[in-house]
């Protein structure tokens, strides 16, 4: 049933009031202001607080995702199909936040659930797919499930701190610092949603996890979440100050611009602003050679303030010492077949071949691959040569690596591996990227393109959800449905299989991973 009205689901603001609806018991509020438009002079500029309204604002509907490449979101029908995108308007008024809360303005202080969502630092938006709606999992668990929308690629963090000065000193990382002023709005707005903003949860799957590491390294984002759980996007490095001021000047070059002129850059469409920015890029990456990753791009900086240091590298970041974390992966981040079944019968030395130029969403193993691949076909016996390549584009390495540098700190780590195979497309879609989100959030019967729906999936995902509850919680999943889970130790390597049947394995492994590069 939905309830919706003008006294119905009404909320104070720091601002002013905001108006939602009611849907199945569960209060919607989206698309809340929790900054000001960044266009014009407020592009490539820290934060700035939004403007108080007069009448109650509309939180109906979710606000604009941040400027990012539209240009054939749709074209790939499969990944259209699996996915199911969702995309709204696209402009610089981004800066908004969702919340899903079973009950307002009744005192009580439930956890907070903050939902940073992936896309590497270009793309994405707070409901790009269906498994990001906290209904279920607000319900479920008597919590406050909030998503937000920020800057991302060039207008998030193209670092002009090199040729503009102190006055473009924060523009490497006003993407991040977006995160941060939306964290310090949830501290001083949650109360009124039945939120407590002593005891908040940040949560990101592949460039959000990379994002959950790199707050977790923030000073200024100190004190505002107390536990983090990183899905698929276990990160220790940020950006390299260097190379990042490099690109900055490329970008002004680009636009045939002087420092003197970077007011230009801030007064041009987005759209004009997107195409220069890109061109530097790609031209930049290109004469750097050989290499792959998200710092060749628009990323977060280790500007030396901002952010201090590389978050886990070669130390874990102080502001860390007291967030417990979760660190998660999927089997098949990597499921090369899923859309081509002819792939099910490529050989191993195929395999080994297609893996010299490329593995994932990194570089090949140039010389290195044969031995990577038969060290991993050696150790999963009974996997067919595509499941191999996969589980090696896939590999864990930098779990294990992340895992390894937090667990020195005195808060608990506890690592996991999602291995559940969904049904579609005759089986070959494998774990793949993505798949274990609406497992956490209860949403496996709203993401069906994702799990097939039904009984199977859902009795995993009351296990995944529990213990992600019991974690917001206390800062320990135990006690939610899984087996006992043990905290991490390198020793170790204890890892939660997330399946069918869970239980835990020590490292499994470790003897294929010897075989791999070290990075």
Not at 168 to 195: H, Q, Y
Not at 476 to 482: A, D, H, I, Q, R
């Amino acid at each position: 049933v939905l309830f919706v009205g003008d006294n119905i689901a009404v909320a104070d603001t720091q601002y002013a009031k905001v108006r939602g609806y009611q849907l199945r018991g569960i209060y919607y509020f989206l698309g809340i202001p929790y900054g000001a438009d960044t266009s014009g002079p407020n592009r490539f500029m820290p934060p700035q607080k939004p403007k108080p309204w007069t009448n109650v604002y509309p939180a109906l509907w979710w606000g604009p995702s941040a400027p990012q490449n539209m240009a054939n979101r749709y074209a790939n029908p499969y990944g259209s199909f699996r996915d199911h995108w969702n995309y709204y308007d696209v402009n610089e008024d981004c800066l908004r936040i969702n919340i899903f809360t079973p009950a307002i303005n009744d005192g009580k202080k439930r956890p907070v659930l903050f939902w940073i969502h992936g896309g590497g630092f270009t793309s994405g938006n707070g409901i790009e797919q269906d498994g990001y709606n906290g209904e279920n999992f607000a319900r479920l668990g008597d919590v406050v499930f909030c998503s937000i929308n920020h800057r991302l690629g060039p207008l998030g963090f193209c670092n002009l701190a090199g040729v503009g000065g102190e006055k473009f000193a924060a523009s490497g990382n006003v993407g991040m610092l977006d995160i941060v002023a939306a964290l310090e709005w949830v501290r001083d707005n949650i109360a009124n949603f039945g939120g407590d903003p002593g005891n908040v949860t940040i949560m990101g799957q592949s460039g959000g996890g990379a994002k959950v590491c790199i707050l977790t390294a923030m000073p200024a984002a100190k004190g505002l979440f107390h536990k983090a759980v990183v899905l698929s996007g276990a990160s220790r490095r940020a950006g390299d100050k260097d190379y990042s001021e490099k690109l900055g000047a490329a970008v002004l070059k680009e636009a045939k611009l002087s420092p003197g002129q970077i007011d230009k850059l801030q007064a041009m469409p987005w759209q004009d602003f997107y195409a220069i920015a890109t061109r530097a890029q790609q031209a930049m990456a290109k004469a750097a050679g050989p290499g792959f990753g998200l710092t060749r791009g628009f990323s977060p900086v280790v500007d030396g303030k901002i952010l201090p240091q590389h978050p886990y590298d070669p130390e874990a970041a102080p502001t860390a010492a007291d967030i417990p974390m979760i660190i998660s992966s999927v089997m098949n981040e990597q499921s090369p077949s899923w859309a081509d079944s002819s792939l099910e019968s490529i050989t191993l030395d195929q395999v080994i071949e297609r893996v010299k130029e490329r593995a994932g969403f990194g570089p090949g193993f140039g010389d290195k691959a044969k031995e990577v691949v038969e060290s991993y076909a050696k150790a999963f016996p009974g996997k067919k040569p595509v499941e191999i390549w996969s589980l090696v584009s896939s590999n864990r390495q930098s779990v294990v690596a992340l895992a390894d540098v937090k667990s020195k700190q005195p808060a608990p780590v506890y690592v996991d591996w999602f291995t559940w195979q969904p049904p579609l497309f005759d089986n070959r879609m494998r774990a793949f990227h993505c798949v274990d989100i609406c497992f956490w959030f209860y949403n496996t019967d709203l993401m069906l393109s994702h799990t097939g729906g039904g009984a199977r999936p859902r009795a995993l995902s009351q296990k995944m959800a529990g213990a992600l509850l019991q974690f917001m919680k206390t800062g320990n999943p135990n006690g939610g449905g899984l087996p006992n889970w043990p905290r991490y130790t390198p020793a170790n390597g204890e890892t939660m299989i997330l399946d069918d049947v869970c239980e835990v394995k020590n490292d499994p492994d470790r003897e294929a991973r010897k075989a791999l590069p070290q990075v």
